[in-house]
């Protein structure tokens, strides 16, 4: 994988009228095959810091985003306006999670720009948490791009 982009993401997450939140700076690669746009970077855990996670955006030409990490079968589906059911893998099992997306719109391209999505999740259809993903994405020597999505 090259790391030719810098990649913020920036995650919000309310439970229960709580809001934590997380932000993550890393070199990843942006790139587009037949229509569709991927990001791809490396996670790592704090008590494995030499052990990296791959992680896959997946952003659709119809506007879905699939959350990916290869070898792993968690896998979240945001479409704006439906409800997906989705696998995530907690380490200590698989839980089935209803992802409805309320918000997803970008404006990437090969220069960089931003993905902001807003989604909730649900287990056994009552609400769990409400969550709000911005990923900027800068070119590697260039000039940031995509402050204009709110």
Do not use: W
């Amino acid at each position: 994988m090259q790391e030719n982009y810098e990649i913020t993401i920036i995650g919000r997450q309310t439970i229960e009228q709580e809001t934590g939140e997380i932000k993550l700076d890393t070199l990843g690669d942006y790139s587009e095959r037949n229509g569709v746009k991927y990001i791809s970077y490396m996670e790592y855990d704090n008590d494995a810091p030499y052990t990296g996670h791959k992680k896959i955006l997946k952003i659709e030409p119809t506007g879905t985003v699939t959350m990916l990490s290869p070898g792993s079968p968690t896998r979240l589906i945001l479409e704006k306006g439906r409800r997906h059911k989705c696998m995530y893998d907690t380490g200590a099992g698989l839980l089935s999670l209803g992802v409805f997306t309320q918000t997803l719109k970008h404006d990437l391209s090969a220069e960089g720009g931003m993905l902001r999505i807003r989604y909730t999740l649900d287990l056994d259809a009552h609400l769990s948490s409400e969550n709000d993903i911005i990923v900027r994405l800068k070119k590697r020597g260039g000039t940031p791009d995509g402050t204009a999505i709110q």
